[in-house]
C-alpha cells in the first residue's frame, strides 16, 4: 500500500491563527493575516512538492479567487505538483468545462485533477444566477458529468436532459490523461451521483466508524453501477514533536477565537443545506468543550470554518498512526491543510512522511535528493515571503 497525500492552496487568505470561510461564510480578517498572492501561493506550492505532497487542493467560491485561474497561473511555479481545482458544474456549459480540463492537462504537464462540488448554499448559488434547489443541482451534476466524460472520450455529443443540453458537442483534443474526479457529499442524492461519476469519494474528517460507515455506503452504491472508487479524507493537522506542544498549539488557535465570532459562525452554518456540513455541526454543538471527538481528532477548526472542520492533532507518531487507522478502512487518499498553511506543510511532510515511509505506507512521488526518512528533526519552516 502506497498512500498519497495532498495539501491546501488558501486562495482566500493564510494566517497564523484560523481563517473562517467556506459554504457561503464570509471569511475573516484574522490578525497577521497573509494575503493571497501567487509569489505566497507560489511558495506554499514549492514547499508542498518538495515535501512529497501529490497535489494540492484549491477551493471554489464567493470567499476565495478563482480556482481555475489561480492554479493555471502557479502551474509554472511548480514541476510535478497536481493541482486539485474545486468547480462547480452548474456554472459553466459542460462542452466548456471539458474543453478548459483538456487544455489546462496539456500545458500543466498532465497535471490537473478536478474536485467537483455540485453547489454551495443556495443564496451563493443564486449570487452567481443559479436558481436550482439541491435536488436540481445534483441532476443537473449528473447530467454535466455525463456529457463531460462522452467528450472526454472522443465522441461526438448529442444530449438533451432536464437542466443539460448540447447539440454535435465535441472536443478537437481530448485530455491526456483523462483527470481523476473527486467528489463528496453525504445527501442520498450526493451518493448517486458519487457512485456514477467519482473516480475518488471524499469525506471530511469523522471518528473513523463514521467514515467506514460512509465508506461501505459509497461501494454498495458504485457496484450496482458496476465501478469501483478510490477513497479519501478531507482533515487538517496539527503535527509536533510532542503531543503536548500539538494540543498547546490547538489551545493557542482556539483561545485567539472570539465567542462572538463562533456564535456568529454557528448560527450561519447551521442554517446550511449541507448534510456533511450537519454532521460537521454535530460533532461540536457549537460549544468548546470536548472538542476531542476521538483520541487526536479535534472539531475546533469547524467552530469558525464551515466544510472540512476537524484536524487531527498530536506528535508525528500519532497523527501517523491515526492516519494507519484510516488506511486500513480503505482510504488512499488525504487532503490535508494547517495554518498557516507554509510552516504546517513543514511539521506534517518533515515530521508524519518519513514515519510512515518507514512502514511502507508512502513513497515520495518525486527523486528528492534526500529521501523523507532521512530527513532532520523539524526545527521551523522558512520565513514567508513578504506580500505584495
Same mark, same amino acid.
Given at each position: 500500500m502506497s498512500l498519497t497525500f495532498h495539501w491546501f492552496l488558501p486562495t482566500y487568505g493564510d494566517s497564523r491563527y484560523l481563517v473562517g470561510g467556506g459554504h457561503g461564510v464570509a471569511t475573516s480578517t484574522a490578525a497577521g493575516a497573509r494575503p493571497a498572492t501567487l509569489q505566497y501561493l507560489g511558495q506554499i506550492a514549492r514547499s508542498a512538492e518538495q515535501l512529497g505532497f501529490e497535489g494540492a487542493l484549491t477551493p471554489t467560491g464567493a470567499w476565495c479567487e478563482d480556482a481555475w485561474l489561480s492554479t493555471a497561473m502557479l502551474a509554472e511555479s511548480?514541476?510535478? %505538483? #497536481? @493541482?486539485?481545482?474545486?468547480?462547480r458544474p452548474g456554472l459553466l456549459s459542460p462542452t466548456l468545462g471539458a474543453q478548459m480540463a483538456a487544455t489546462? /492537462?496539456?500545458?500543466?504537464? #498532465?497535471?490537473?485533477? %478536478?474536485?467537483v462540488v455540485t453547489g454551495g448554499e443556495s443564496h451563493?448559488?443564486?449570487?452567481?444566477?443559479d @436558481?436550482?434547489? #439541491?435536488?436540481? $443541482?445534483?441532476a443537473r451534476c449528473d447530467e454535466f458529468l455525463h456529457v463531460v466524460r462522452a467528450l472526454w472520450r472522443g465522441e461526438r455529443v448529442d444530449f438533451s436532459g432536464d437542466h443539460v443540453r448540447v447539440e454535435g458537442a465535441e472536443l478537437t483534443r481530448t485530455p491526456d490523461p483523462v483527470p481523476d474526479i473527486y467528489f463528496g457529499g453525504s445527501s442520498p442524492a450526493a451518493g448517486n451521483v458519487a457512485a456514477k461519476h467519482s473516480d475518488v469519494y471524499l469525506t471530511w474528517g469523522e471518528p473513523p466508524a463514521k467514515v467506514a460507515e460512509k465508506i461501505a455506503w459509497i461501494k454498495s452504491l458504485a =457496484?450496482?453501477? *458496476? $465501478?469501483?472508487?478510490?477513497?479519501?479524507?478531507? %482533515?487538517?493537522v496539527i503535527s509536533r514533536d510532542t503531543s503536548e506542544q500539538a494540543w498547546a498549539e490547538a489551545r493557542r488557535l482556539l483561545d485567539a477565537i472570539d465567542p462572538k465570532t463562533i456564535e456568529q459562525v454557528q448560527s450561519g452554518l447551521n442554517r446550511s443545506e449541507s448534510e456533511g456540513q450537519r454532521r460537521m455541526l454535530d460533532l461540536h454543538g457549537g460549544s468548546t468543550a470536548d472538542l476531542e471527538i476521538y483520541p487526536n481528532l479535534?472539531?475546533?477548526?469547524?467552530?469558525?470554518?464551515? *466544510?472540512?472542520?476537524? =484536524?487531527?492533532?498530536?506528535?508525528?507518531?500519532?497523527?501517523a498512526a491515526r492516519i494507519e487507522e484510516y488506511a486500513a478502512l480503505g482510504l488512499d487518499e488525504f487532503v490535508l491543510s494547517g495554518h498557516p498553511h507554509l510552516e504546517e506543510a513543514y511539521w506534517f511532510g518533515e515530521g508524519v512522511l518519513p514515519i510512515l515511509e518507514r512502514k511502507g505506507l508512502w513513497s515520495h512521488p518525486g527523486?528528492?535528493? /534526500?529521501?523523507?526518512?532521512q530527513s532532520i528533526p523539524f526545527a521551523g519552516a522558512p520565513e514567508p515571503a513578504a506580500a505584495s
Amino acid at each position: 500500500m502506497s498512500l498519497t497525500f495532498h495539501w491546501f492552496l488558501p486562495t482566500y487568505g493564510d494566517s497564523r491563527y484560523l481563517v473562517g470561510g467556506g459554504h457561503g461564510v464570509a471569511t475573516s480578517t484574522a490578525a497577521g493575516a497573509r494575503p493571497a498572492t501567487l509569489q505566497y501561493l507560489g511558495q506554499i506550492a514549492r514547499s508542498a512538492e518538495q515535501l512529497g505532497f501529490e497535489g494540492a487542493l484549491t477551493p471554489t467560491g464567493a470567499w476565495c479567487e478563482d480556482a481555475w485561474l489561480s492554479t493555471a497561473m502557479l502551474a509554472e511555479s511548480t514541476e510535478r %505538483l #497536481k @493541482f486539485l481545482v474545486a468547480f462547480r458544474p452548474g456554472l459553466l456549459s459542460p462542452t466548456l468545462g471539458a474543453q478548459m480540463a483538456a487544455t489546462f /492537462q496539456r500545458h500543466s504537464g #498532465k497535471r490537473l485533477l %478536478l474536485n467537483v462540488v455540485t453547489g454551495g448554499e443556495s443564496h451563493e448559488q443564486r449570487a452567481y444566477g443559479d @436558481f436550482l434547489d #439541491k435536488e436540481g $443541482r445534483y441532476a443537473r451534476c449528473d447530467e454535466f458529468l455525463h456529457v463531460v466524460r462522452a467528450l472526454w472520450r472522443g465522441e461526438r455529443v448529442d444530449f438533451s436532459g432536464d437542466h443539460v443540453r448540447v447539440e454535435g458537442a465535441e472536443l478537437t483534443r481530448t485530455p491526456d490523461p483523462v483527470p481523476d474526479i473527486y467528489f463528496g457529499g453525504s445527501s442520498p442524492a450526493a451518493g448517486n451521483v458519487a457512485a456514477k461519476h467519482s473516480d475518488v469519494y471524499l469525506t471530511w474528517g469523522e471518528p473513523p466508524a463514521k467514515v467506514a460507515e460512509k465508506i461501505a455506503w459509497i461501494k454498495s452504491l458504485a =457496484a450496482e453501477q *458496476g $465501478r469501483t472508487p478510490r477513497f479519501g479524507i478531507r %482533515l487538517h493537522v496539527i503535527s509536533r514533536d510532542t503531543s503536548e506542544q500539538a494540543w498547546a498549539e490547538a489551545r493557542r488557535l482556539l483561545d485567539a477565537i472570539d465567542p462572538k465570532t463562533i456564535e456568529q459562525v454557528q448560527s450561519g452554518l447551521n442554517r446550511s443545506e449541507s448534510e456533511g456540513q450537519r454532521r460537521m455541526l454535530d460533532l461540536h454543538g457549537g460549544s468548546t468543550a470536548d472538542l476531542e471527538i476521538y483520541p487526536n481528532l479535534w472539531a475546533g477548526v469547524g467552530l469558525v470554518r464551515g *466544510g472540512a472542520g476537524t =484536524a487531527l492533532v498530536g506528535s508525528h507518531e500519532e497523527v501517523a498512526a491515526r492516519i494507519e487507522e484510516y488506511a486500513a478502512l480503505g482510504l488512499d487518499e488525504f487532503v490535508l491543510s494547517g495554518h498557516p498553511h507554509l510552516e504546517e506543510a513543514y511539521w506534517f511532510g518533515e515530521g508524519v512522511l518519513p514515519i510512515l515511509e518507514r512502514k511502507g505506507l508512502w513513497s515520495h512521488p518525486g527523486n528528492p535528493e /534526500q529521501p523523507a526518512g532521512q530527513s532532520i528533526p523539524f526545527a521551523g519552516a522558512p520565513e514567508p515571503a513578504a506580500a505584495s
